[in-house]
């Protein structure tokens, strides 16, 4: 049965500060890696890893996958209210299972003033 | 404006009464998939489509139903809904070349 699991449960750090947060997975025939942030609606897509070692980023937000050690982190750099939120981890697999879509269970990050 | 639409956005339903949830995406995507998230579970995959006529089970199939008559539409069925069945419910879609998934803005299920 494939698995994501996400670390920490719940954060909560004050403006300014870096997080990171983690996701671990065991799937069958792994095709993609993928983070997503919820606020009080649906998900929104941020990042989509396929390689190993190859950081991506988008602004104070970056990400990188390691295929080897079966994870990925998630890094907030110089963190703002607005970065409050669940950021949920997800894996696609590929084969014969291609659109299974797992989800971890969620980080939930809040960002005091 | 691309998006994903549901509805009903808030359902309270009684045991046993059939119901059905519609999903329409707007962007000509192949690929359409039906989550329910739940506190402390995330969100887990119920069934996806990769295009017409092509359906298959995801992690929590189990009461569910679902049918790609058409590509834009996926409708997912609960011909006899239970109180484990009251959850917030996501449908999604996205295309084979970007797998950018958008999430459809959610339906809240409560059966009594």
């Known amino acids: 049965e494939d698995k994501v699991v996400q670390s920490p449960l719940s954060l909560v750090v004050h403006e300014g500060d870096t997080v990171t947060l983690n996701c671990s997975y065991e799937?069958?025939?792994?095709?993609?890696l993928l983070w997503y942030k919820q606020e009080k609606k649906a998900p929104t897509f941020l990042f989509m890893l396929?390689?190993?070692?190859i950081e991506k980023k988008s602004g104070r937000l970056s990400s990188i996958l390691d295929k080897k050690e079966l994870f990925s982190i998630l890094n907030i750099t110089a963190t703002q209210t607005g970065d409050s939120a669940v950021y949920l981890c997800?894996?696609?697999?590929?084969?014969?299972?291609?659109?299974?879509?797992?989800f971890g269970q969620g980080t939930i990050l809040t960002v005091h003033p | 404006e691309a998006q994903v639409t549901q509805n009903p956005r808030y359902l309270i339903t009684v045991t046993g009464k059939k119901l059905t949830v519609t999903c329409s995406q707007n962007?000509?995507?192949?690929?359409m998939s039906w989550y329910r998230q739940d506190p402390g579970l995330g969100l887990r995959q119920i069934y996806y489509?990769?295009?017409?006529?092509?359906?298959d089970k995801g992690d929590v199939p189990e009461g569910y139903k679902v049918s790609r008559k058409e590509k834009r539409n996926f409708p997912l069925i609960l011909e006899s809904p239970s109180p484990n069945q009251t959850s917030l419910y996501f449908c999604?879609?996205?295309?084979?070349?970007?797998?950018?998934?958008?999430f459809g803005p959610g339906t809240r299920l409560t059966v009594t």
């Open positions: 999604a879609s996205r295309g084979q070349v970007l797998l950018e998934q958008y």
């Open positions: 799937v069958t025939n792994f095709r993609s």
């Open positions: 396929t390689s190993s070692g």
């Open positions: 997800a894996v696609s697999a590929g084969g014969t299972s291609y659109g299974k879509l797992t």
């Open positions: 962007m000509n995507h192949e690929y």
């Open positions: 489509s990769m295009n017409v006529e092509v359906t």
